[in-house]
C-alpha cells in the first residue's frame, strides 16, 4: 500500500477507537435499540469529587435497569464544580473581558430582588408621602402671601445668566426625573395604558433623553456653583431661620435673610452634592465597568468602624451603583416636588424671581429682608427680627428707591 492508503487505514482504526470508547462496543450500542438514550432519572449519581464523571458505572448497562450504586446521595457533603461555580468561583479566560470568568454571580437575584421590590416600594412611599403632606400643609396653611401686599415697585433679583442656569438645571433634571420614573414603573402603570408598542417606543427615546439630558444637567450644576457658592455660605441669619421655621408655620413671622435663605442653601447644596453624586453614577452606568468607587469607599468606612465586603466583582460595583443612583434620584425628586410647590401654588410672588428676575419689593422684605437692606444700602436687621418693615400698596417709604435694576 503506498502512503495515503497507510494513512486512511490507521485514521480509521482511530476513529474506530474513540467510539467504541465513547459508546461501547457495537454489540453493546445496536443492542440497546432506541432505548439506548432513555436512561432514568434515577440514575443520576452523585459525583464523588468536584469535577468527578456523573456517568453510569461501567456494569451497568445502557437502557438496562439501574442498581443503585454505593456512593449514591447522602454522603459526605463536598463541594461540586457547579457549587463553587453557584457561589461566585471564576474560571479563567483568553479573552480581553477577564469578567467572563465569573459564570454565576449569585448577589445579582438579591439586587434583582431589591430592584424589583424594595427600591419601588421605598420610591412609591416616598412619593407618596411627599405629596400628602404638602397637600396637608396647603389645607392647613394656605398660600403664603405677602404680608403688605404688592407694593407695585420691584428689585431685580436675579439677571439673565442666573435664570439661564436654573433653568438649565431644572429643565433637564424634570426630563431625567420622569424618564427614569418611567424605566422604574412603567412596566406596571404606563404599560397597560398605551400597550406594547408605545411603550417600547417611549423607553427607548427616554433613554437617549436621560442619557443626553445628563449632560445638561451637569453643566447647570457647574454654573450655579460658580454663580452662587458664595451666597450658599452658612451666615449668622440662618439659625434663626431654621428655629424660626422660615415662618412657613406662621402667617405673622418672616425672619430675615440675605439672597438665601436656609430653606434655599439647603436646596442649592442638595442639588450640588446629591445631583454631583447622580451625575458621577450616571456617566459609570452609561460606561460600565471603568469605574469602581466602591471597593475603596467601603475600605475607607471599614477604617472608621463598618464592616462592608472590599473584594467586589465588578458586575457587583455596578449593581451597586445602579441602586445608589436610583435612591439618590428618588430622593431628589421628593426633594424637589417640595421645592416646585414653595416656588409656585405655596408662596405669593416666588415665582417672578426666576420667571422675569424681579420680585416685588415687599415680598423680598417678608423673604429676604438682610438682601434688601444690602441692595439699597439700609442698616441689617437684627437676626431675631422676624417682622420686617414694609409698606402698603402703593406707598413708597420715604427714601426708598424705585428699583434695584437701576443701582
Known sequence: MNFRSKLGAWLGVVCLAVFFTVFGTPFEFVGGGQDAFAQDASTSIAPKAPGSSVRPPALQKWGGPAAVPANVVPQPSKPTVWGRIRLGAKGFVSTPDLNAGLLVQSQGQRWREFRMKDLTQFGTRMLVAV?????????????????????????????????????????????????????????DVVL??????????????GKYLHNFMGFAFILGIILMIVLWVRDNIWDKYDLNWILAAGG???????????????????????????????????IALMF????????????????????????????????????????????????????????????????????????????????????????????????????????EAGEPEAGVIESASND
Not at 439677571?159 to 436654573?166: G, M, Q, S, V
Not at 397597560?192 to 423607553?203: Q, V
Open 248 to 282: 412657613l408655620f406662621s402667617k405673622n413671622s418672616h425672619p430675615p435673610a440675605k439672597k438665601f435663605n436656609t430653606g434655599q442653601k439647603f436646596i442649592f447644596w442638595s442639588v450640588v452634592i446629591a445631583g454631583g453624586s447622580l451625575a458621577f453614577s450616571g
Open 288 to 391: 460600565p465597568f471603568e469605574l469602581s468607587p466602591f471597593e475603596p469607599t467601603f475600605a475607607l468606612l471599614n477604617s472608621i468602624g463598618f464592616n462592608l465586603p472590599t473584594n467586589l466583582e465588578a458586575i457587583q460595583e455596578m449593581q451597586l451603583m445602579q441602586a445608589w443612583h436610583a435612591i439618590l434620584a428618588l430622593v431628589m425628586i421628593g426633594v424637589i416636588i417640595a421645592h416646585i410647590y414653595i416656588g409656585t401654588l405655596g408662596m405669593e410672588g416666588a415665582i417672578d424671581a426666576m420667571w422675569s428676575g424681579e420680585v416685588d419689593e415687599n415680598w423680598a422684605r417678608d423673604h429676604h429682608a438682610a438682601w434688601v437692606a444690602e441692595v439699597k444700602g439700609e442698616p441689617e436687621p437684627a437676626p431675631g427680627n422676624n417682622h420686617p418693615a414694609g409698606s
Open 192 to 205: 397597560p395604558i398605551i400597550g406594547p408598542e408605545a411603550f417600547s417606543t417611549s423607553l427607548i427615546a
Open 131 to 187: 405629596i400628602v403632606v404638602l397637600f396637608i400643609y396647603f389645607i392647613l396653611r394656605g398660600r403664603i402671601k405677602i404680608s403688605k401686599g404688592w407694593s407695585g415697585r420691584t428689585l431685580l433679583r436675579f439677571n439673565n445668566l442666573e435664570r439661564f442656569t436654573h433653568w438649565l438645571t431644572a429643565v433637564p433634571f424634570i426630563i431625567l426625573g420622569l424618564t427614569g420614573l418611567n424605566l422604574m414603573y412603567g412596566r
